[in-house]
């Protein structure tokens, strides 16, 4: 069974829905990534994974939990983590504070320390304020912020947003990593052929709707749809970064 | 005009300031974290003072159980106003709880003058006389209202920087949708910051009613200069509101040695302009661009 299962899944944020009809799953230990045209609905559909969209319909399943019912809150207890697209730390905490802060998170010292251990680069700057980290650090620390609370499932919003091709590189090995310790990602990238690449499956996204779901590797090799919705060419990183509209 | 009158001037507007750096405290934190700006605050410290008045009559004992138990008295209704009020606007848009707020101010002070009146009192107090220092003059109750704002503020500001609490009281302030998807509860913060709002309007007002005579509009004419105390200081900012404030009491008590009381608020204002112009934010405000 799924670790994370989407039936029917619509809403938005006003009367308009914006995304409509999502079936999709994520298993245990698996990659998969969201992929699609700007504005076309990716981040709504993460959000409403979470519980921040204001209005959804459908069904959504966690574990065997019926998540329809649950609090963002209740959603980080039992194992869901989110990293936004736009303001991911609390750039008014510091580093040290910006994990403190986490609650469902036992041993919670232990825990911190073995965020530091796996980010060194943070810890040198425990006591700096969020806001003054360089954009690695910061993603460095979202991600940290997010695996505070052990989650099972972990939900990222364009992690390489902003970033340099070196530094998306170096967060796209972080995100390989993580099935290795349990934690399943769903994940919505911009640079869509760098990520597929790695990850087990992949959904196309169109104006709200899913119009193609496969393997990483298989949606790779698909000439027509690759040209419209992933970008054409070998790699994204190599081409100028078109940085995301929204502010 | 001689510097012993500026000096006096000064110390009285410290004073005042830090007397209404309290509620200045609540504005800013109620703000940065339930997300409107509170007019009822004027009024809740109209019930501190009422309140004190209130205790000394009918239980007489020593003005510091007075004090306390308008503390007490103000963070109950500000905690039942959020209950009652607030809790239910908390997803409609900033506006509505503004608007509901002056509904609460004028609840407030329509009940104290139901059971007061519009007579004045005084706070009873055993009349000190004013230590002199060459002309510049100390009053020891003055230096009693300056020491308890004092302990209010350091005790709250422990609370912010040093405890769990006040982490997540930050968080929330920062990013509501974050502090969410950090698995922090609002409601139990929010208890927590109507509570201490509450028992600081209610000690600032307490203060206020010792220094000043009591009447129905005592707290609501503070409104303005308190607002605008905390933009000069930077909306948000906790620190920027207490200095905020004191720079702006200062400046008003300064004033009104050049063109009277009657002109000090316009001139005051004209100072929050000038500085607004230079800085936007305030004084320890963030750009908001860099946010
Ligand atoms: N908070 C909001 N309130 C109202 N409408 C919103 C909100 N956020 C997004 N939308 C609308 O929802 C639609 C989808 O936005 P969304 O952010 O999900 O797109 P996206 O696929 O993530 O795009 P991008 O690649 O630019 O991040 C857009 O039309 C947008 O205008
Ligand atoms: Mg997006």
């Known amino acids: 069974m799924s670790l994370l299962q989407i039936a029917k899944l619509s809403g938005g944020y006003g009367d308009v829905d914006i995304i409509t009809g999502i079936d999709m799953h994520v298993g245990a230990k698996e990659i998969v990534t969201i992929a699609g045209t700007n504005g076309a609905g990716k981040s709504t559909l993460i959000k409403a994974a979470m519980g921040i969209l204001p209005r959804i319909a459908g069904t959504m399943v966690f574990d065997g939990i019926d998540l329809m019912k649950l609090q963002i809150e209740d959603r980080v207890r039992i194992g869901i983590s989110y990293v936004p697209q736009v303001r991911n730390v609390f750039g008014t905490l510091t580093v040290l504070e910006n994990l403190q802060v986490v609650e469902h998170a036992p041993g919670k010292s232990a825990r911190i320390r073995d965020m530091f251990d796996l980010f060194p680069a943070l810890a040198g700057r425990r006591g700096t304020y969020a806001e003054n980290l360089s954009g690695g650090e910061r993603q460095q620390l979202a991600f940290a912020r997010a695996l505070m609370s052990s989650p099972r499932l972990i939900l990222l919003d364009e992690p390489s947003a902003a970033l340099s091709p070196a530094l998306t590189d170096q967060v796209f090995e972080e995100v390989k990593r993580l099935p290795q310790a349990d934690v399943a990602v769903l994940m919505v990238e911009q640079r869509a052929r760098q990520a597929l690449a790695f990850s087990d499956r992949g959904y196309i996204l169109d104006a709200g709707r899913i119009v193609l779901s496969d393997t990483g590797a298989s949606l790779l090799a698909n000439e027509e749809m690759g040209d419209v919705y992933i970008g054409r060419g070998q790699s994204q990183a190599a081409m100028p970064h078109a940085p995301s509209t929204h502010v | ?291």
């Not at chain 2, 000043?212 to 509009?217: C, F, N, Q, S, Y």
């Not at chain 2, 503070?222 to 905020?244: D, K, N, Q, Y």
């Not at chain 2, 063109?259 to 004209?270: E, M, N, R, S």
């Open chain 2, 1 to 291: 005009m001689d510097w012993i009158s500026i000096a006096n001037a000064v110390i009285n507007g410290v004073v005042i300031g830090m007397l209404l750096a309290l509620p200045a405290l609540a504005i800013t934190l109620v703000f940065g974290i339930a997300r409107f700006p509170n007019a009822a605050t004027g009024d809740y410290m109209t019930l501190g003072a009422y309140t004190t008045i209130a205790s000394q009559m009918f239980l007489g004992g020593s003005i510091v159980v007075a004090v306390l138990g308008a503390m007490t008295m103000t963070a109950a209704i500000s905690l039942l106003m959020y209950f009652w009020v607030f809790r239910a606007l908390a997803e409609r848009s900033h506006v509505s709880r503004l608007i509901a707020s002056i509904g609460v101010a004028f609840a407030v002070r329509s009940t104290i003058t139901f059971f007061a009146g519009q007579d004045q009192y005084v706070v009873d107090l055993p009349l000190v006389r004013a230590w002199n220092f060459g002309g510049i003059r100390i009053l020891p109750t003055d230096l009693y209202i300056v020491g308890a704002a004092l302990i209010a503020l350091l005790l709250v500001f422990c609370v912010m920087y040093l405890t769990p609490t006040g982490r997540r009281m930050r968080a929330i302030a920062d990013s509501p949708e974050l502090a969410a998807a950090s698995g922090i509860r609002a409601r139990r913060v929010m208890i927590f910051l109507w509570a201490v709002a509450g028992a600081f309007c209610g000690l600032g007002g307490a203060l206020l009613g010792i220094k000043a005579v009591v009447l129905p509009e005592l707290g609501w004419e503070l409104l303005m200069p308190m607002f605008a105390g905390v933009i000069l200081g930077g909306i948000g900012s906790p620190v920027g509101a207490v200095l905020g404030i004191v720079t702006f009491s200062i400046a008003q008590e300064v004033a009104s040695l050049f063109v009277g009381p009657a002109y000090k608020v316009v001139l005051a204002f004209l100072i929050l302009l000038c500085v607004l112009l230079l800085r936007p934010q305030g004084m320890f405000g963030r750009p908001i661009a860099a946010r």
